[in-house]
C-alpha cells in the first residue's frame, strides 16, 4: 500500500474546465513535490514544496496552480489546460527538501479533450 | 551531453540471468544516486539508493557506484519476469534544487 494517496486516479475534462487533482502523505514528511510524466519519458519536475512553502517552480504556466493547505496535504488546481498537457501526474514526497529519497503516489492520468 | 543517460534498450534477458542496468552521469560533483522501478501504467518505486563508491547490496539488487567513472549500475539476479518494467536512474546534485533523472531502461526478463 502507498502512503502517497492521490485522487482522482483518473481526470478527463475539457479545455474550460477546472479541476483540481489531490495529494495526501502520511508519512510525517516535509517535502512534496508535483511531477509531469509523458509515455517513454522520465518524470519532469513542476513544483516544490517546503515546510508549506513553494520553494521551486519550474517554469510552470499559469493554468497549473499548486497549494499546500498543511504538511500533509498537496493539491494541483487546473484551468484552461491544453490537450498537451494530458499526461500522467505524479505526487511525491520526501522526509525533506534535501532528502532526495522520493516516494510517489500512484499517480493520476489526466485527459484533457 | 545529457546529465543523466541510460540505455533505453529492451534489455531483454532470460529468467534466472544477471541483469545489469548502467548509468552515466555528467556532473562529477554527484553526491546521491537512486534506482527507481517503473511498471508500466504505474508510479516509479525506489528500490535503491547509493552515496558513496562501491557496491550496496539488498536481497537481489546490488547497486554499484564509481564517483572516478561518473557510472552507477544495477545488477539483478535471478531475474524474475515480474522484473520486467521501466529502471529510472535519478542523480542528485549539490547546488540543484531537484533530482535528475535519465531517461530509463527498459527491461523484459522472459519466462
Known amino acids: 500500500d502507498t502512503e502517497v494517496t492521490q485522487t482522482p486516479k483518473h481526470l478527463v475534462m475539457g479545455m474550460t474546465n477546472k479541476k483540481s487533482l489531490k495529494c495526501e502523505q502520511h508519512?510525517?514528511?516535509?517535502?512534496m513535490y508535483w511531477y509531469k510524466q509523458k509515455a517513454k519519458k522520465p518524470p519532469e519536475l513542476m513544483f516544490v514544496y517546503s515546510y508549506e512553502k513553494l520553494s521551486i517552480n519550474e517554469s510552470v504556466p499559469s493554468r497549473f496552480s499548486p497549494e499546500c493547505p498543511n504538511s500533509s496535504l498537496l493539491n494541483l488546481h487546473l484551468h484552461a489546460l491544453q490537450p498537451e498537457d494530458s499526461a500522467l501526474y505524479l505526487c511525491a514526497s520526501s522526509q525533506d527538501r534535501g532528502d532526495r529519497e522520493l516516494f510517489f503516489g500512484e499517480g493520476s492520468r489526466l485527459t484533457v479533450l | 551531453q545529457k546529465e543523466v543517460e541510460q540505455n533505453s534498450g529492451p534489455l531483454s534477458v532470460p529468467e534466472g540471468a544477471i541483469a545489469s542496468l548502467n548509468c552515466t552521469y555528467s556532473?562529477?560533483?554527484?553526491?546521491?544516486f537512486f534506482w527507481y522501478r517503473q511498471y508500466s501504467g504505474k508510479s516509479p518505486e525506489l528500490i535503491m539508493s547509493?552515496?558513496?563508491?562501491g557496491d550496496k547490496e539488498d536481497g537481489r539488487f546490488t547497486a554499484q557506484l564509481n564517483k572516478a567513472s561518473q557510472y552507477v549500475s544495477l545488477l539483478i539476479r535471478d531475474s524474475q519476469p515480474s522484473d520486467s518494467a521501466t529502471y529510472l536512474c535519478?542523480?542528485?546534485?549539490?547546488?540543484?534544487?531537484?533530482?535528475?533523472f535519465g531517461t530509463g531502461t527498459r527491461l523484459l526478463v522472459s519466462p
Open positions: 535519478a542523480v542528485n546534485t549539490p547546488g540543484f534544487q531537484k533530482l535528475v
Open positions: 547509493i552515496y558513496s563508491n
Open positions: 508519512m510525517g514528511h516535509r517535502a
Open positions: 556532473d562529477r560533483v554527484s553526491q546521491s
